[in-house]
């Protein structure tokens, strides 16, 4: 497994694995990986001959008050946890390298980027939406992977590569899940004990949705009616968001009769976390 810190570095790699015929999956991380992540890594192995991974924690999708400072960084077992799944590069640049001085060009998705997490952290998805479009330039990959969970963001580089004619296949892997239902995910190292109790609400909201809509309910007031009702089981669990939309274009829909995604923010404590769950056509 190789390892690179700087942009020509990885593209005289990827230069050498293309020469050899291989086809290259990406993976963009910020770190701290756990299963969701390896998950994405070994989906990128059964599609593609070499995989490359990015970990770096992206300074311009933080806002001013949250948690880019104390983002936890796992540096050497991220690496051990890589090379053990057969990775062939990792990509770590330093923000002086991602960002250079004088740089002032940024990647906005109009409309999409400013609804769901968009709201309440605003910026956001700019700067997520920035920083992919750099690493699609930089690895230039067939395909590259992302997890369910972070829907939002899928809905807003789904259209960025649209409308930039970016030339790979973006491909969704689905939501991770701890044995009781917790979606994984970075932050939950955060959580206490107590907190992490209090996160299954989450999930339970969403399944609520799930065993509504089996039963016939279609109407999107209903059942957020109920998400709202289970989350509120744990007084503790303030909602950003319980919003049932259109999975391409994030905005609300009526009713699940077409499809839908069901997507839920909450504050656990000190810790925000985003939980969501596909509807298919019926």
């Known amino acids: 497994m190789r390892i690179a810190t700087t942009i020509a570095e990885t593209r005289a790699a990827v230069r050498e694995l293309r020469a050899a015929g291989r086809s290259i999956g990406l993976v963009p991380t910020m770190g701290a990986l756990h299963a969701g992540h390896l998950w994405l890594v070994r989906a990128a192995r059964a599609q593609c001959d070499a995989v490359v991974v990015s970990i770096f924690v992206n300074p311009t999708q933080f806002g001013p008050n949250e948690d880019f400072a104390k983002y936890p960084r796992t ?11 057969g990775v062939d590069l990792i990509f770590a640049p330093g923000a002086e390298e991602m960002y250079p001085a ?7 998705v109009e409309g999409v980027s400013d609804r769901l997490d968009g709201v309440s952290r605003p910026g956001h998805f700019r700067g997520v939406s920035t920083v992919v479009a750099k690493l699609f330039l930089i690895v230039a990959p067939d395909k590259a992977f992302f997890g369910q969970k972070d829907a939002a963001q899928v809905a807003v580089l789904r259209k960025m590569v ?3 004619n970016f030339d790979l296949e973006l491909v969704v892997c689905p939501i991770v899940r701890e044995a009781d239902g917790l979606a994984l995910s970075s932050r939950n190292r955060y959580l206490s004990v107590e907190e992490r109790r209090q ?7 969403l399944g609520r949705v799930e065993e509504k809509i089996a039963q016939g309910v279609m109407e999107s007031a209903a059942l957020i009616g109920e998400a709202l009702a289970v989350i ?3 007084p503790s669990v303030r909602v950003d968001y319980c919003r049932i939309v259109d999975p391409d274009s994030l905005e609300d829909v009526a009713d699940v009769r077409a499809g839908a995604l069901a997507a839920v923010a909450a504050w656990v404590g000190s810790t925000r976390l985003i939980d969501n769950a596909l509807v298919k056509p019926r």
């Open 162 to 164: 649209r409308d930039l």
């Open 102 to 108: 004088g740089a002032s060009t940024l990647v906005g």
């Open 199 to 205: 996160a299954l609400v989450l999930s339970r909201a």
């Open 232 to 234: 509120g089981q744990e």
């Open 75 to 85: 540096w050497d077992a991220d690496c051990a946890m890589l090379e053990s799944e």
